[in-house]
């Protein structure tokens, strides 16, 4: 016998008409409800993410539709009813992670305080990545302690610190780590220590 | 966590400390839940299992407990310890586990004491113990033998330790354990934590249950624990309890961290951490000259014969396997694999010393990727000086957080702020794939699901072009050391845009002759013929395909999880090697039967000669598998005792947890007031700059008689969702919590605006008087406790339309700047203040 899935079910629960879905008002609310929801994500494709928030990990569906540029926008997310860990559930932050991955209020161009400067100042990637690179070239150069005073080979670089990375991918992490210890930092530093 | 989420609906008493799971970790609550309401859960004749919650704040958590006690913040060791003594006293642990699987019967040295506070071997002067009497007695003889018979490979050699199975010599672990917490009577929990003793005697009837073989608690904790100057100690004595009534390493048991960011657990996996490398391996310290010399002094010794030790054993072939990952080809047997390439840090390098380096002007640049140091604190004033006394701060982020506006935020001039910032828009993670690891401990992969907003790039791409920008520097200029940054290995199709699956395949780790991924650690060398990014992670991408992108999960809940026990083997992955539950030989006896037949982790299975279940944390067949052979290992494979610690010399600050008051507590120590707190705490004792001495700033209860504590809010995390106008809605302005008799005294009613110091800054928010905090007795003294959330600052939807900008709402402008011996966490939930109104 061919097993139901939970998916399945649902979707006969929603689409299942006759006389036990009527209300008071003569119609079937749950058919409506399952109309206008075909509406919003007709054509949608499906694809799975993570809930950005705390680490009980919700795993969510992205419904999303192809603009005209043939860029693709989000029109809905909801969380997965496959998972173990959530089974289809959200919190308030998780039911409202499109207000966050989608947002006017987002940051779009790198932008430069220069010192003593009262605003910030527009500048193109490589501006600013050419900037950076020299700073800290020179405060490598500044702060590197090849041996220590005891004699040992230490190569370190004392003068720079990272931290960060509970809110990006651990492929993202482990570059960081990787590349920040090949440039000699010993301040590498995340949010799991706060 | 040592188990996982969905686990914990196999629990039958539930303890939550430290933590509020219904409120902010509430999807993960529904597992609680799930527990309460099986008949077939629950202590005694069952009926749902209980849930008790030990809390200052009365929370949607309480509101589902069996039995809510008020615990006084960072108290929570005396509790527990009052447990442990209870467990002890009337015999009520787990016999034949505690005997063969914790150290119970291991032989401590004669000179080890604990008296008036303090253990053997304390150094006043520099403030640290001398921890060699916390030590083992070595059965020197046995470990010779030992050795000849067994050269080691890897410079592992044995410290056999001696043992008496009968516990019954004084030096046992098990006796001094007994002698230690029997100071711990609920008279005296009472008086240190507030709860009344009839309360806790309650609790304790429950807990002892909990030693029967067919019975299994769960500890469920969160940052209430961690974030103390006692945090280490506070969760250790958490897993002795456990160890004690046989519950580590069991379905429905363990010691379960709730993790508050999507991915903080995969990226302290992956060592974004001073002292670790990735999967747990130590940071080399100077004067290691070698690889051996490193793993001599990092890799745990065996202490039994029957001892795997597997992770002290294997240490070399990981550490290896490492710097061919990170140096490749230039990572030679010549040249101990680029060991000296490895960064050696001198000193304590933690989060506190970033901002106590600036302020000394020895740090001139900071990168903060999706952290914002000002919010975070502890002491944001502090944080916020030491930003101004950089050179230049870079803020990697999608939304602009209080660290990118620092030198604009309320009441600042701008002009006096020389620290140059460049803000770096990123991109969210719905922008990008990659794997996140959930609390327990899941990978789970996510798609790219929207290309990136406006101009914002992803992380890694900006790191692998930053880092190409300044080895072209290097290339072109020359300059100090260049070696290790032209050494490390970017074999990416383009090595500025890295994708992420290539980087998940290096973690996983290839045979570097065949070109093949690997399917588990196991198959790791210390002769450079492999690499592993992340040992743990080794088999989460094995040649086949990427296993994080498994979803066999409950939409065929019969086949999906054959077991029955919620392990969901073919959903994503989890370390280590798919293991749901570690230690989960520890689930079995000693023969190999599960201790509860109807929640078994793992089983021998006797026509098979192997284990079955989940992944067994243990090897599957064999003579060091099979628990009829002589030469089976002992159950706890990752340590070099192979068994539970009761004891444990790797703490700085005490072999056996001990109570220790707050740095800042209205009250001395009940126990020893001459030592009232953790002697060993870990504090900036000199001057730190432009700030001042931190010594300075801890304020008395004379001038601050209020006891304070922080938390999250459902509707928020952290400081990002200020950015969510819905969220923002939900819970519009910060506020501090009264309890209703102080809020009387004060003549402060909900809804007025009231302002709450420390000794290290202020906040002005409005007041909520309620029921959920209440006066507590302590040691024969009535003490209040106000609670913040810390959700808010000068940036965001709410700051924008407040006429105050939100200028004193940042909750760690009040948190002191000090942290825990061991794990050099701040004491962000347990500190001192006052209040007034507005």
């Known amino acids: ?194 | 966590m040592t188990n996982h989420w969905r686990d914990i609906k196999n629990a039958d008493l539930i303890l939550i400390n430290g933590a509020n799971p219904a409120e902010a970790h509430p999807v993960g609550f529904q597992w609680f839940v799930k527990a309460k309401l099986d008949p077939k859960r629950g202590p005694g004749s069952g009926g749902g299992a209980k849930i008790i919650h030990a809390d200052p704040r009365f929370t949607r958590t309480s509101s589902m407990a069996d039995i809510y006690a008020r615990i006084r913040t960072g108290t929570d060791v005396a509790y527990f310890g009052g447990l442990i003594n209870y467990v002890l006293q009337n015999n009520l642990f787990h016999d034949e586990y505690v005997r063969n699987y914790t150290n119970a019967s291991f032989l401590v040295k004669d000179g080890y004491s604990f008296k008036d506070g303090l253990f053997s071997g304390y150094d006043s002067t520099a403030r640290k113990y001398n921890i060699a009497t916390w030590a083992y007695q070595a059965d020197d003889a046995a470990s010779s033998a030992f050795n000849d018979a067994h050269p080691a490979a890897g410079g592992a050699v044995a410290l056999l330790a001696k043992r008496d199975m009968t516990l019954q010599d004084p030096l046992t672990v098990f006796q001094l354990m007994k002698q230690h917490y029997s100071r711990y009577t609920p008279e005296m929990v009472s008086r240190i934590t507030g709860i009344p003793q009839d309360q806790f005697m309650r609790i304790a009837q429950l807990v002892g249950e909990m030693g029967r073989p067919d019975k299994v608690m769960t500890i469920v904790y969160a940052v209430g624990l961690t974030h103390h100057t006692t945090g280490f100690q506070l969760i250790r004595s958490g897993a002795v309890l456990q160890l004690l009534l046989g519950n580590m390493g069991r379905p429905g048991g363990g010691m379960n961290a709730e993790r508050g960011h999507a991915n903080i657990q995969g990226n302290t996996d992956h060592a974004i951490s001073w002292e670790l490398l990735p999967g747990y391996m130590k940071i080399p310290a100077p004067g290691q000259k070698t690889i051996a010399d490193y793993v001599a002094q990092s890799a745990s010794k065996k202490n039994d014969p029957r001892s795997w030790n597997f992770f002290g054993t294997n240490y070399r072939k990981f550490m290896v396997s490492l710097l061919k990952a990170w140096y490749g080809d230039a990572a030679t047997k010549a040249n101990e694999f680029a060991f000296d390439f490895i960064p050696k840090p001198g000193k304590n390098s933690s989060w506190m010393s970033i901002f106590d380096q600036a302020l000394k002007g020895q740090m001139q640049g900071l990168i903060l990727s999706g952290m914002t140091a000002t919010s975070i604190g502890p002491d944001s004033n502090r944080v916020m000086d030491a930003l101004a006394n950089l050179k230049w701060l870079v803020v990697m982020d999608p939304l602009p957080t209080t660290s990118s506006e620092f030198w604009r935020r309320p009441g600042a001039d701008p002009k006096s702020i020389q620290t140059e910032v460049f803000m770096m828009p990123t991109t969210h993670w719905i922008e990008k794939d990659g794997s996140f690891t959930n609390s327990g401990r899941w990978v789970q992969w996510k798609d790219q699901v929207i290309p990136p907003q406006g101009n914002a790039r992803h992380d890694h791409w900006i790191l692998a072009d930053l880092f190409n920008r300044v080895k072209t520097r290097y290339q072109q200029q020359g300059g100090k050391f260049p070696d290790p940054i032209m050494a490390v290995t970017m074999k990416y199709g383009n090595p500025t845009q890295p994708l992420l699956d290539e980087i998940a395949q290096e973690i996983n780790g290839f045979d570097v002759s065949t070109g093949k991924r690997l399917a588990s650690f196991a198959l790791l060398k210390d002769d450079g013929t492999t690499t592993s990014g992340d040992w743990i992670y080794t088999g989460s991408y094995p040649d086949g395909s990427n296993l994080m992108k498994r979803r066999q999960g409950v939409q065929y809940p019969v086949a999906n999880d054959p077991t029955g026990m919620g392990f969901f083997p073919n959903w994503a992955w989890s370390w280590p090697l798919n293991r749901r539950v570690m230690y989960n030989r520890a689930s079995a006896d000693l023969t190999g039967k599960p201790w509860d037949a109807t929640r078994p982790g793992i089983a021998w299975d006797v026509v098979q000669k192997k284990w079955v279940g989940d992944v067994p944390d243990y090897p599957a067949t064999g003579p060091t598998a099979d628990p009829n052979s002589s030469t089976s290992w002992l159950p706890f494979i990752m340590n070099g005792e192979g068994v539970g610690r009761l004891f444990s010399s790797g703490a700085l600050d005490g072999p056996f947890p001990e109570h220790y008051e707050p740095m800042e507590s209205p009250v001395k120590n009940p126990l020893h007031p001459s030592q009232s707190e953790d002697p060993v705490v870990f504090l900036y004792t000199g001057g730190s700059g432009s700030h001042g001495a931190v010594k300075q700033t801890f304020g008395t209860p004379d001038q601050f008689p209020y006891i304070a504590t922080t938390y999250r809010l459902t509707e928020h995390e952290h400081y990002v969702t200020q950015h969510v106008p819905l969220l923002a809605g939900l819970q519009p302005k910060p506020f501090v919590e009264i309890p209703e008799k102080l809020a009387a005294q004060k003549g402060i009613q909900s809804g007025d605006r009231v302002r709450v110091r420390s000794n290290r800054g202020k906040v002005e928010v409005l007041a909520l008087v309620t029921k959920r905090l209440a006066p507590s007795m302590i040691d024969g003294q009535e003490v209040f406790t106000v609670g913040l959330p810390i959700h808010w600052g000068f940036v965001g939807v709410s700051a924008e339309s407040d006429p105050s900008k939100g200028a004193n709402w940042i909750a760690n402008a009040l948190t002191p700047f000090v942290g825990d011996a061991n794990a050099y966490t701040p004491e962000f939930k347990a500190f001192l203040v006052n209040l007034e109104k507005m």
């Open chain 1, 1 to 194: 016998m061919p097993q139901v899935t939970r998916r399945d079910f649902l979707k006969i629960g929603a689409a299942g008409t006759g006389a036990a879905g009527l209300t008071a008002l003569g119609f079937d609310m749950a058919q409506a409800a399952q109309v206008q929801q075909s509406f919003h994500i007709a054509g949608a494709q499906e694809t799975h993410s993570v809930c950005p928030y705390c680490a009980v990990g919700c795993s969510l569906v992205a419904f999303t539709q192809q603009n005209a540029n043939g860029t693709r926008r989000i029109v809905q997310i909801e969380g997965d009813p496959d998972s173990p860990v959530n089974e289809g559930r959200l919190c308030p932050k998780g039911a409202t992670a499109m207000q966050l991955a989608t947002s006017a209020r987002r940051v779009e161009n790198p932008m430069y305080r220069a010192p003593g400067s009262d605003h910030w100042q527009q500048i193109s990637w490589d501006q600013m990545l050419d900037k950076l690179a020299t700073r800290f070239k020179d405060s490598r150069d500044a702060t590197f302690v090849a041996k220590d005073a005891a004699g040992n080979t230490v190569n370190r670089t004392e003068g720079i610190a990272f931290a960060g990375g509970a809110a990006f991918s651990s492929e993202e992490g482990y570059l960081a780590t990787k590349l920040m210890r090949g440039l000699g930092l010993v301040h590498l530093e995340q949010q799991a220590r706060v």
